[in-house]
C-alpha cells in the first residue's frame, strides 16, 4: 500500500510538472512572438526564461518554444484573457489564461468554478479587491545581505515596500516600475526565487473546513488546465487544512 501511494504521489508530482512545462512554454512562445527572440531586448521574455529555469525546465524545451515563435508561419495566436469569480465562503478568485480558443476556455473555467462550490461572475467584480503589484521574492537563504541593508537597497531601487517574512523578503513595486526595480537589485547581485508582476490581494481570508477542501481542489483543477497561466485569490490556507 505505502509504495502505491509512492507511485500515487509521483505521479501527481510528475503530471503538475509537465503541466507547469507547458504552461512556461506557452508563455515563452507568446512574448518571443510579441517581444522578439532575444532575451536583451524582450524584458518579458527574460523574465520568462527565468521562471522557467527556477522550475529546472529543460534549457532545450526552453530554446524549442522560442525558436518556434520566432519561426512561426502557423496561424495560431494566444489572447490572454482574466476571468473573475467566487470560490466557497465568498472568496475572490481572478483566473489569467492564455488561449487559443476563447469559447472552451471560458467553459472550462465555468466548469471548475461551478463543480467546486463557486461561480464565475462579470469582468470587474473581484478586481477591485486586488492591486496590480510587481513582486520580487527574494530567499533569506541566499542572502548575505542584512535585514536593514536589504529594506534600504529595495527602496532606493524604486520599490514600494519590503515584507520581511521567516523565509523570504517580497520586494513590492508598482506594475511600471518592475522591470527597474528588478534591474537595479540584480546589479547588486540578489537572485529572485520568483519575479513577476501579479494582482495581490488587499486583504485576505483564512479559509477552513469544508470550504478549504473544495477550494484546494478548485486550485488543483485550474493548475490542471493548459490554458491557465496563474490564479490570483484572496484566502489563505492554514498548514493544518
Given at each position: 500500500?505505502?509504495?502505491?501511494?509512492?507511485?500515487?504521489?509521483?505521479?501527481?508530482?510528475?503530471?503538475?510538472?509537465?503541466?507547469?512545462?507547458?504552461?512556461?512554454?506557452?508563455?515563452?512562445?507568446?512574448?518571443?512572438?510579441?517581444?522578439?527572440?532575444?532575451?536583451?531586448?524582450?524584458?518579458?521574455?527574460?523574465?520568462?526564461?527565468?521562471?522557467?529555469?527556477?522550475?529546472?525546465?529543460?534549457?532545450?524545451?526552453?530554446?524549442?518554444?522560442?525558436?518556434?515563435?520566432?519561426?512561426?508561419?502557423?496561424?495560431?495566436?494566444?489572447?490572454?484573457?482574466?476571468?473573475?469569480?467566487?470560490?466557497?465562503?465568498?472568496?475572490?478568485?481572478?483566473?489569467?489564461?492564455?488561449?487559443?480558443?476563447?469559447?472552451?476556455?471560458?467553459?472550462?473555467?465555468?466548469?471548475?468554478?461551478?463543480?467546486?462550490?463557486?461561480?464565475?461572475?462579470?469582468?470587474?467584480?473581484?478586481?477591485?479587491?486586488?492591486?496590480?503589484?510587481?513582486?520580487l521574492v527574494i530567499d533569506r537563504?541566499e542572502l548575505d545581505t542584512d535585514e536593514d541593508?536589504?529594506?534600504?537597497?529595495?527602496?532606493?531601487?524604486?520599490?514600494?515596500?519590503?515584507?520581511?517574512?521567516?523565509?523570504?523578503?517580497?520586494?513590492?513595486?508598482?506594475?511600471?516600475?518592475?522591470?527597474?526595480?528588478?534591474?537595479?537589485?540584480?546589479?547588486?547581485?540578489?537572485?529572485?526565487?520568483?519575479?513577476?508582476?501579479?494582482?495581490?490581494?488587499?486583504?485576505?481570508?483564512?479559509?477552513?473546513?469544508?470550504?478549504?477542501?473544495?477550494?484546494?481542489?478548485?486550485?488543483?483543477?485550474?493548475?490542471?488546465?493548459?490554458?491557465?497561466?496563474?490564479?490570483?485569490?484572496?484566502?489563505?490556507?492554514?498548514?493544518?487544512?
Amino acid at each position: 500500500m505505502k509504495f502505491k501511494l509512492f507511485k500515487d504521489r509521483k505521479g501527481k508530482a510528475d503530471q503538475a510538472k509537465n503541466n507547469k512545462f507547458v504552461k512556461l512554454a506557452r508563455e515563452l512562445y507568446v512574448h518571443a512572438r510579441k517581444g522578439g527572440p532575444n532575451p536583451e531586448s524582450n524584458f518579458a521574455l527574460k523574465n520568462t526564461i527565468a521562471a522557467a529555469r527556477a522550475e529546472q525546465m529543460p534549457t532545450d524545451s526552453i530554446e524549442r518554444a522560442i525558436k518556434k515563435a520566432a519561426g512561426a508561419n502557423d496561424s495560431v495566436e494566444y489572447e490572454e484573457i482574466m476571468y473573475e469569480g467566487y470560490g466557497p465562503g465568498g472568496t475572490a478568485i481572478m483566473v489569467r489564461c492564455l488561449t487559443d480558443n476563447r469559447n472552451r476556455t471560458a467553459a472550462d473555467v465555468r466548469s471548475i468554478f461551478n463543480k467546486r462550490g463557486g461561480n464565475m461572475g462579470e469582468s470587474g467584480c473581484v478586481a477591485y479587491m486586488f492591486d496590480q503589484k510587481g513582486l520580487l521574492v527574494i530567499d533569506r537563504e541566499e542572502l548575505d545581505t542584512d535585514e536593514d541593508t536589504m529594506m534600504m537597497q529595495a527602496l532606493e531601487g524604486g520599490a514600494e515596500d519590503v515584507i520581511v517574512n521567516e523565509e523570504s523578503f517580497e520586494v513590492i513595486t508598482h506594475p511600471h516600475e518592475f522591470e527597474a526595480v528588478k534591474t537595479e537589485l540584480e546589479k547588486l547581485g540578489h537572485k529572485f526565487e520568483s519575479a513577476s508582476v501579479q494582482w495581490l490581494p488587499q486583504n485576505t481570508v483564512a479559509a477552513e473546513g469544508e470550504n478549504a477542501e473544495k477550494l484546494q481542489k478548485m486550485m488543483d483543477a485550474f493548475e490542471d488546465n493548459e490554458d491557465v497561466q496563474d490564479v490570483y485569490v484572496n484566502f489563505e490556507l492554514s498548514d493544518e487544512e
